[in-house]
Every structure is written in C-alpha cells, then in structure tokens.
C-alpha cells in the first residue's frame, strides 16, 4: 500500500479500526474491482493530505470477507468511516474527489 494507506486484515480489524482513538476511513475493495481501482489514486492522496487527522486503510474484501459481511458490505467500492470504533458514515461506489474531501470536512467538523 502506498503513501498514508495501510492494509487491514480480519486479524487486526480490532486493533486498527474499533480501537483506534479518531477518524477512520476504511477502503473495502477487490483486485478485479474497475471502480476500486480507479479510486485508489484519490485514496492514497488524501490519505497524504490528512495524514495526522484521519487513519487510512484498505480491506480487500476477497481475503477478508468475514469483515467485509459483518458490516454488511453489499457492493465495492465503500467507503466506510468510523469514529473511536463506531461507524458514522458510509460511501458507496466510486465518487467524486471533491465529495470525498466534504465528507471528510464535514466528519472533522
């Protein structure tokens, strides 16, 4: 994984995400995903962009599908965003960079 983006597997889904203190985003994605891979790019840049702010990471949902089923997970890409373990928001499909950038804004507050 590039630049701010980490992966995230089942075996540390706890510690990364419903642990973690602030702002998580998590990617849940696939290899053979168009869409996924074509926000990829947006991802890592603003994973740059708020490094310090918000924790990023990715789930291939083909690896980890016990995950990506527990949070029901029906289509890929999503963008999932969880607040000091708590999930708060979610995207889903490939969306627009500035759209992105208002969520996480608007999730800093």
Not at 14 to 42: H, N, Y
């Amino acid at each position: 994984m590039a630049g701010g983006v980490n992966g995230v597997t089942s075996a540390n889904w706890d510690s990364e995400v419903l642990k973690a203190q602030g702002l998580v985003m998590v990617d849940f994605w696939a290899t053979w995903c168009g869409p996924c891979r074509m926000i990829a790019p947006m991802v890592e840049k603003l994973a740059g962009e708020y490094a310090g702010k918000v924790k990023v990471l990715k789930l291939n949902t083909d690896e980890n599908p016990d995950v990506a089923s527990k949070h029901g997970i029906m289509g890929i890409p999503t963008l999932m965003f969880f607040r000091d373990g708590k999930k708060v928001d979610q995207v889903v499909g490939a969306v627009p960079e500035g759209a992105l950038r208002s969520k996480l804004d608007s999730l800093l507050g």
